[in-house]
T-cell receptor, first 113, second 114 residues
Framework: DGGITQSPKYLFRKEGQNVTLSCEQNLNHDAMYWYRQDPGQGLRLIYY???????QKGDIAEGYSVSREKKESFPLTVTSAQKNPTAFYLC????????????FGPGTRLTVL | DQQVKQNSPSLSVQEGRISILNCDYT??????FLWYKKYPAEGPTFLISISSIKDKNEDGRFTVFLNKSAKHLSLHIVPSQPGDSAVYFC?????????????FGKGTHLIIQP
């Protein structure tokens, strides 16, 4: 079955700790994205990657970092510099960067205590 | 400044009736529009899309209308069913810009009343 997986579904961390969220896709898509959703807000773009070993900041990249060492994987690290890390994080992919339709993973709910 | 606006945070519709969700945009470079449906604690799923060269696209119970001069699009669901209760996000892209993904609205929570 092709798709995007994110793990874990729920994640709890203490304030001041870095945490890495996993995103894997087996759709053979070149482009991958990380979004954040807060209550009453739309999806806001954190980082995106056009191809392996390339990534660009989105609208709200501060306090986050990513890597794209493999086509299938695009992990997101939420660092201690992120002031409001508690949110629902969504990973997505598309065939290529300019391709409009994005497919989303199930999301990870991060709660920082 | 929000480039994609969904001005109704929520909408309640009786089962069997038509649901109309609205979306406005400000960026005239947007040329492709999508609707996503999202259940709580799940990722959005693609519903229907429309290119700016069209003014209507239909897929089963779902129809999207685009009015470019008014920079407005709407999603019609008819007849509405209980399983349609979800948050619906409007999204837009500038294909020519080729850049950073989709721009999303804040979503409209559709509630289908039995």
């Amino acid at each position: 079955d092709g798709g995007i997986t994110q793990s874990p579904k729920y994640l709890f961390r203490k304030e001041g700790q870095n945490v890495t969220l996993s995103c894997e896709q087996n759709l053979n898509h070149d482009a991958m994205y990380w979004y954040r959703q807060d209550p009453g807000q739309g999806l806001r773009l954190i980082y995106y990657s056009q191809i392996v070993n390339d990534f660009q900041k989105g609208d709200i990249a501060e306090g986050y970092s990513v890597s794209r060492e493999k086509k299938e994987s695009f992990p997101l690290t939420v660092t201690s510099a992120q002031k409001n890390p508690t949110a629902f994080y969504l990973c997505a992919s598309s065939i290529r960067l300019a391709h409009n339709e994005q497919f989303f993973g199930p999301g990870t709910r991060l709660t920082v205590l | 400044d929000q480039q994609v606006k969904q001005n109704s945070p929520s909408l309640s519709v009786q089962e069997g009736r038509i649901s109309i969700l609205n979306c406005d945009y400000t960026n005239s470079m947007f040329d492709y529009f999508l609707w996503y449906k999202k259940y709580p604690a799940e990722g959005p799923t693609f519903l229907i899309s429309i290119s700016s060269i069209k003014d209507k696209n239909e897929d089963g119970r779902f129809t999207v209308f685009l009015n470019k001069s008014a920079k407005h699009l709407s999603l019609h669901i008819v007849p509405s069913q209980p399983g349609d209760s979800a948050v619906y996000f409007c999204a837009a892209s500038d294909s020519g810009g080729g850049a950073d993904g989709l721009t999303f609205g804040k979503g409209t929570h559709l509630i289908i009343q039995p």
